[in-house]
């Protein structure tokens, strides 16, 4: 039941775009999205519930795709701040989250 | 208007010992949530409390594991006969409610190392 996540890494340049897909093989109730940093507690970025419902940062976006039971999330004129490992949590009606294995994010300057 | 806080922040002990890692969710929130976490990988779900009973504890690894939550408000995790695969980081966090839709918030985590 652990989502899958891709890239598993990628390297910016400060000011450039990058996707973070994340994908399950299971129906979806709600898709949790949390950035660590080295050595810190994950943070909260984003949730997306099944019915279109999201909360989260101004200025992060992402969607969820039911069907597909698929969600990517955006990451758009990327700062430098925009490092860390993003993890995707998918939760199945059960109030719990499974999280994935992370995307490893670096931004050049 | 403190976050999560857990003690300790490093645990070492040797193997067979007992450990007790603390967490102290923030103020008014009812859900509390363990996760493990290894180098490289993801938090792994342990267990969760819904007030001060487990609602679902079937991420515990075994029955050296257990976790208590005795007044709705601080946890305990308690590992006995630790063993040297019990070495990883120990997230705790929480959130105003369990179910969809609620941010978790976490803390820094306790690093238990087992020699």
């Known amino acids: 039941q652990q989502p899958v996540q891709s890239p598993q890494a990628v390297i910016l340049r400060e000011g450039e775009d990058a996707v973070i897909n994340c994908s399950s093989s299971k129906a979806l109730y709600s898709v949790h999205w949390y950035r660590q940093k080295h050595g810190e507690a994950p943070v909260f970025l984003m949730i997306l519930l099944k019915g279109g419902e999201q909360k989260g940062h101004d200025k992060i976006s992402a969607s969820f795709n039911e069907k597909k039971q698929q969600s990517s999330l955006y990451l758009t004129a990327s700062q430098l701040s925009y490092s860390g490992t993003y993890f995707c949590g998918t939760e199945y009606g059960d109030d719990k989250i499974i999280f994935g294995k992370g995307t490893r994010l670096h931004i050049l300057p | 208007g403190a976050g999560v806080s857990q003690t300790p922040s490093n645990k070492v002990t040797e193997k067979g010992k007992y450990v007790e890692l603390r967490c102290d969710p923030i103020?008014?929130?009812?859900?509390l949530y363990w996760y493990r976490q290894s180098l490289g990988q993801g938090p792994e779900f342990l267990i969760y409390?819904?007030?001060?009973?487990?609602?679902?504890d079937s991420g515990l690894p075994n029955d050296r594991f257990f976790a208590v939550r005795p007044e709705g408000s601080v946890s305990t995790l308690k590992i006995q006969r630790t063993e040297r695969g019990d070495s990883a980081v120990y997230l705790c966090?929480?959130?105003?409610?369990?179910?969809?839709?609620?941010?978790?918030?976490f803390g820094p985590g306790t690093r238990l190392t087992v020699l």
């Open positions: 103020s008014g929130h009812t859900a």
């Open positions: 966090a929480s959130s105003q409610t369990s179910g969809r839709g609620n941010e978790q918030f």
């Open positions: 409390f819904q007030g001060t009973g487990a609602a679902d």
